[in-house]
């Protein structure tokens, strides 16, 4: 974790100036998980942030919500699950899929969005 908030010489921005710096998107090699790792500029206030990861035919397959962070550097895995408007033993599409992260505040609403693609390879066994 980076403990920015530690360093008095680090400029903390307030609520309305607070964005995502950098958002990535990496895949596993087994193809049904996904690195996420995300970078934020340093807040007074811990933001909230929503993840949200479509399919090539945009279909949520995947989603995480972070709730008031306490660094600004920020790395998980999601789990990729195949969409509600497919059959429950369909597999995982191949393709470009699209991450969105929204990051936000309960009183002021979003604030800052930052989208990327990643391509989910085609796994053989």
């Known amino acids: 974790m980076d403990a920015f908030f530690l360093d008095p010489n680090v400029e903390r921005l307030p609520p309305e100036e607070t964005r995502i710096l950098d958002l990535c998107a ?28 479509n399919d090539p035919d945009g279909n949520e397959v995947s989603s995480a919500s972070i709730v008031e962070p ?18 429950p033993v369909a597999p995982l599409r191949t393709g470009a899929y699209q991450l969105t992260a929204v990051l936000s505040y309960p009183d002021l609403g979003e604030i800052d969005r930052l989208e990327t693609s990643i391509v989910i390879p085609t796994i053989t066994q």
């Open 26 to 53: 990496e895949p596993y090699p087994e193809g049904k998980r996904v690195r996420i790792s995300l970078e934020l500029t340093p807040f007074q206030q811990r933001p909230y942030i929503e993840l949200t990861l």
């Open 70 to 87: 306490m660094g600004c550097k920020l790395e998980l895995t999601m789990h990729l699950r195949p969409s509600t408007s497919l059959p």
